[in-house]
T-cell receptor
Framework: SQKIEQNSEALNIQEGKTATLTCNYT??????LQWYRQDPGRGPVFLLL?????KEKRKERLKVTFDTTLKQSLFHITASQPADSATYLC????????????FGAGTQVVVTP | KAGVTQTPRYLIKTRGQQVTLSCSPI?????VSWYQQTPGQGLQFLFE???????NKGNFPGRFSGRQFSNSRSEMNVSTLELGDSALYLC??????????????FGEGSWLTVV
């Protein structure tokens, strides 16, 4: 069966440290993988996109890696700040299902001062 | 540029009733998709419309339906509501059609409570 797995336990991290989140998938062949941030009671907000033929993308303090052999993406928040506290979702889009995004359950990040 | 607008934001319905939720995409966006979010199941894809045509559909019963109008606005309807339909319903829009790795822009959602 198809699965997208993200750490279900909240990640508690001290301000200034790097938070690393994992997204593992099974029985998907994503052409694109995206990361979103969701705050309580709000819709998800796009952060980064990485293509299947890319290994790494960066945007400011954010970095995402994509390993199609391991079927895994890692999402890093460097120099974390309390404002980074939120739930982070990974989403896959396959080439035969354009427009249909499959989301992981998300990982909550809590950054403490 | 206005974001994705969903109405109503909150609503309470009784089992057996039906509900219609509305979504206005970002101007110029032609693709609209709908998702259901619950604590237990996370974000689940309902369906996606592009230029008034349903392109993809998730694994939801036929009680869940949608449509898109010529101005790209979309509605989704849930008939014969069940308690398990209580959820946050999110609409998302994206600018283009296929194969571009488009990001999707979500609205704030409609909170549906079925009692």
């Amino acid at each position: 069966s198809q699965k997208i797995e993200q750490n279900s336990e909240a990640l508690n991290i001290q301000e200034g440290k790097t938070a690393t989140l994992t997204c593992n998938y099974t029985n998907y062949s994503p052409a694109y993988l995206q990361w979103y941030r969701q705050d309580p009671g709000r819709g998800p907000v796009f952060l980064l996109l990485i293509r299947e033929n890319e290994k790494e993308k960066r945007k400011e303090r954010l970095k995402v890696t994509f390993d199609t052999t391991l079927k895994q993406s890692l999402f890093h928040i460097t120099a974390s700040q309390p404002a980074d506290s939120a739930t982070y979702l990974c989403a896959l889009e396959e080439a035969d299902s354009w427009g249909k995004f499959q989301f992981g359950a998300g990982t909550q990040v809590v950054v403490t001062p | 540029k206005a974001g994705v607008t969903q109405t109503p934001r909150y609503l309470i319905k009784t089992r057996g009733q039906q509900v219609t939720l509305s979504c206005s995409p970002i101007s110029g966006h032609r693709s609209v998709s709908w998702y259901q979010q619950t604590p237990g199941q996370g974000l689940q894809f309902l369906f996606e419309y592009f230029s008034e045509t349903q392109r993809n559909k998730g694994n939801f019963p036929g009680r869940f339906s949608g449509r898109q109008f010529s101005n790209s606005r979309s509605e989704m309807n849930v008939s014969t509501l069940e308690l398990g339909d209580s959820a946050l319903y999110l609409c998302a829009s994206s600018p283009r059609g296929t194969g571009f790795g488009n990001t999707i822009y979500f609205g704030e959602g409609s909170w549906l409570t079925v009692v």
